[in-house]
Structure formats: C-alpha cells, structure tokens
C-alpha cells in the first residue's frame, strides 16, 4: 500500500499525463484499432486463441510456484495418478482449479475486452446494475428449475452412442466418472473453511468467468454475427455446454446456459445471470455440504429429483417457468432488455 506522502504526490501531479493515450504508443494503438474493427467471427477466433494461451501459460506458471509447497507430487498428480483420499493431493487440486478457472475465464476475459473492445466494465455492461429484486428472483427461479434440470440429466444419461462410436462412449463415461469422483471428493469433507473454499472453486469464480466469456463475449459476438438474440443465446449456451467435456450432462447444462443467457438478454446486465450460475453451483455445493456433515439425508443427486411424481415436477417446473416469465416481464416494462440498452449505449 502507498504511504501517505507517496499517495499526495500522485494526486498532486495531471492525473492526464499517465492516461492510457500517453502511455500506449501511436504503433500499439493503431494495432489495437485494428483489433477492434474486427469482425465478431475473428474476435471469437481470437478469444479461443487467448483462452488457450492462458491455459497454457497460467497452469505452468501456476505449477511452477506449487512445486516448492508440494514437491514432485505437483507433477505426479497433473499426470492424474492422484490420492484423492490424500488431503494433500485434494488441497493440490484445488489449487489447479482455481488458477484453471482464472487463466481460461477471467484473465482471457479481461485481457479480450482491453485489446478488442472499450473496456472492461463498459462492454461487459458492469456498470449497470440489475434491480436486487430482480437478481433474487432469478435465483430463486434456478432453485425451482432443479427438478426439471434433474429430469434432463435423467434423460441424457439414458441416451447412448452408435455401436460404431463404442470406444468413444466407454472412454467419455471413464472422464466422467473421474470428474465426478474429484467433485465428490472435494465437497465431501466437512470442515467450515472447505465449504467456504469449495464456493470460491465451484460457485463465485465460474459464475464470473464463464459468464463473462459466455454470456459477455461469445453471445454478443455471435448476436453481432448472426443478426439473431435467440440464435445467439441457443448456440451460445450449446458451446457454453460442449465446453465441459461432459457427453451426459450436455442436456442440462445446455438447458441451464439458455436460461442464463435470456436472463442477460432482458436485463441488460451480466449480474443477474452471473447471480443465477452462483445459486445453482452454490446451491449444490451447500447440499453436498450438508449431506457429507449429517445434517441432511439427501444427497446433492436424489435432493430435488421428482421423476417418481411426475406431478410435483410439472407443478415446480410450471412454477419456475411462471418466474421466468414474470422476469422477461418486469424487465421488458422496465425497457432494461440488453438490445435497448446496446442501442442506448452505441448512440452515446
């Protein structure tokens, strides 16, 4: 932190001199033009490209700065011969989850938004707050839809490949076991602090980064491409599934990334779907939590699964649709839709 003398001198001195104009130089900002007169196709090109990049570089940087902590066991472990009965290999994990989620979402994110837009905060929409009201609907509304997106998982699971793509499926269904046995692990101990860990991991960092690459970058660019909101949300949603690797969960999450992306389209701001992937990955997070401690029978598969009475699952699900809709309501009445608020904002 800056000590008092340092923090007056600055403020003393034109706060102009050290804009972003003064101190890019004519190349670099000629570059960034060009980057930014790009079209939506090559700027989706360019985001795979620094998601990539990041990747790469942030998870061997990451694991560099681990390997004093862990030792030799850092690598054993990326090589996936893991302990996950091994509390230190489970903290290890961890660590590569976070940094994962940073150099694949957030940093890309931030770093697309510099070079191939006007900014952060102004081209995600951050500046433009979602009613409180609203935010807690959309919430309570992905609480409802549990069921329902239960009822899809169910679905899914039961589809298979052609006998021809065999090899494929048992290989899919082996990554989707391991996946699931390493969730498990983590929200399987009963420790106040791994709770409070497994929500930054699982629900407040995905609900930021991929909503910010998902919902703030690659819908808008293919609603730039397309012409189309609805087409934009839908194919949005189908990468934003893909992009998980898992075969029999695309259903649900897919179903979940069009509701995430139309609570963005009425709103015109990121916080409410952002606030939306936070209580359905932390929602799920608290009940394995609680399952895991004793405090409750269910667990985070059974809790909100209805299929054996299909009433109750019509009911609760006509009940989170009638939510949705009030949402698309509300916010058109309001005039908060994102194309509005675009409008608004292009003509500024």
């Known amino acids: 932190m800056f000590k008092n003398n340092v923090s007056k001198t600055v ?25 930014r007169s790009f079209s939506p196709f090559l700027k989706l090109i360019f985001l795979f490209m620094l998601i990539f990049i990041g990747m790469i570089l942030i998870t061997i940087i990451g694991v560099a700065l681990a390997i004093p902590f862990y030792g030799t ?23 590569i989850q976070i940094i994962s989620h940073f150099a694949m979402f957030i940093i890309p994110a931030l770093v697309y938004a510099k070079l191939f837009e006007n ?51 048992e290989w899919m269904k082996i990554a989707e076991s391991s996946a699931e046995a390493m969730i498990l692990a983590f929200v399987s101990e009963t ?50 599934s893909a992009f998980h690797m898992q075969f029999y969960g695309f259903l649900p999450r897919m179903f979940l ?16 779907p952002m606030f939306a992937h936070f209580v359905n990955n932390g929602f799920a997070v608290v009940i394995a939590w609680l399952h895991a401690s004793g405090r409750l029978e269910q667990d985070m598969d059974s809790f909100g699964n209805f299929t054996h009475a299909p009433g109750t699952l019509i009911l609760i699900t006509a009940m989170a649709f009638f939510i949705l809709a009030l949402l698309w309501y509300v916010n058109k009445k309001t005039n908060l839709h994102y194309c509005n608020y675009k409008h608004e904002q292009d003509s500024r």
């Not at 003393?12 to 980057?35: E, G, H, K």
């Not at 052609?162 to 499926?169: A, R």
Request: aromatic residues 14%.
């Open 11 to 35: 403020h003393i001195v034109n706060c102009s001199y050290f804009s972003t104009a003064n101190l890019i130089n004519p190349f670099m900002s000629s570059v960034i033009n060009q980057f």
């Open 73 to 95: 066991d850092a690598l054993t472990i990326l090589m996936g011969k893991h302990d996950l009965a091994n509390p230190l290999h489970l903290a290890f994990l961890r660590y």
């Open 119 to 169: 900014g952060s905060r102004k081209f995600y929409f951050l500046r433009r707050k979602a009613s409180l009201v609203i935010v807690l609907i959309g919430g309570f509304a992905m609480i409802l839809l549990l069921p329902f997106v239960n009822w899809l998982g169910d679905i899914n699971a039961a589809m298979s490949l052609p006998s021809s793509m065999k090899g494929l499926e």
């Open 191 to 240: 420790q106040w602090h791994v709770l409070i860990v497994n929500l930054f991991m699982i629900a407040i960092i995905p609900a930021i980064g991929e909503e910010l690459i998902f919902r703030g970058i690659i819908m808008r660019k293919l609603k730039d491409w397309f012409g189309n909101v609805h087409v934009a949300v839908i194919v949005s949603a189908i990468i934003f």
């Open 257 to 272: 990334g069009i509701v995430l992306g139309y609570m963005f389209v009425w709103s015109g701001s990121l916080w409410l």
